[in-house]
């Protein structure tokens, strides 16, 4: 079975700093991992995707995620946290090409002044 | 960019009744999907549809939901008798199929069941 944690629900940075959200995933076969941002009242977008074709994967707005399959991580990271980057952030991940995603239970990003 | 368009964007129901949830799918897309939110919690897949069939169903997506491709370009999601439990926010992707291709998704209805 396929499953995504973010193992934390609440992460809190002040402005200019390192942003870091968890991803950890469980699959019995390769998977295409996905980072979505969700800000109030609207859709999920996509911040980057994985799907083997590099581990390290840049996303828009300065983000980065690195998939490591020794520790079965997809780490979201950004440099420099900027006001506008508040936000819920989603990981996911897909099986085969076509199926369902899979969501973790969202990190919601706090930044302080 | 193309993008996904769901109607309306916010759709209020007498408990019981039937409502209809419309989505437009990015045009050259083959695979639609029906995800749900409720308040507070993780996005929950609900069905996916591939050449006008379902393709997989959670088990929340049991007798009283069905989905729709009436014309070439709508994707419906239907539920017919409506619960307060259904209140939530219903959010429409679709893609392409490819290996490298994620799904997109739209900006959502928030179902409200009073």
């Known amino acids: 079975a396929q499953s995504v944690t973010q193992l934390d629900s609440h992460v809190s940075v002040s402005e200019g700093t390192p942003v870091l959200l968890r991803c950890n995933y469980s699959s019995s076969y390769s998977p295409s991992l996905f980072w979505y941002v969700q800000h109030p009242n609207k859709g999920l977008q996509l911040l980057l995707k994985?799907?083997?074709?590099?581990?390290l994967v840049k996303g828009i707005n300065g983000f980065e995620a690195e998939f490591k399959k020794s520790e079965t991580s997809f780490h979201l990271t950004k440099p420099s946290a900027h006001m506008s980057d508040a936000a819920e952030y989603f990981c996911?991940?897909?099986?085969?090409?076509?199926?369902?995603?899979?969501f973790g239970s969202g990190t919601r990003l706090s930044i302080r002044p | 960019e193309p993008e996904v368009t769901q109607t309306p964007s916010h759709q209020v129901t007498q408990m019981g009744q039937e409502v209809i949830l419309r989505c437009v799918p990015i045009?050259?897309?083959?695979?639609f999907y029906w995800y749900r939110q409720i308040l507070g919690q993780k996005v929950e897949f609900l069905v996916s549809?591939?050449?006008?069939?379902?393709?997989?169903k959670s088990e929340i997506f049991d007798d009283q939901f069905s989905v729709e491709r009436p014309d070439g370009s709508n994707f419906t999601l239907k539920i017919r008798s409506t619960k307060l439990e259904d209140s939530a926010m219903y959010f429409c992707?679709?893609?392409?199929?490819?290996?490298?291709?994620?799904?997109?998704f739209g900006d959502g209805t928030r179902l409200s069941i009073l």
């Open positions: 549809f591939y050449n006008n069939e379902i393709s997989e």
């Open positions: 992707a679709s893609t392409g199929g490819g290996i490298n291709q994620p799904q997109h």
């Open positions: 994985y799907t083997s074709a590099a581990t």
């Open positions: 996911a991940g897909r099986g085969s090409s076509a199926s369902k995603i899979i």
């Open positions: 045009s050259n897309h083959l695979y």
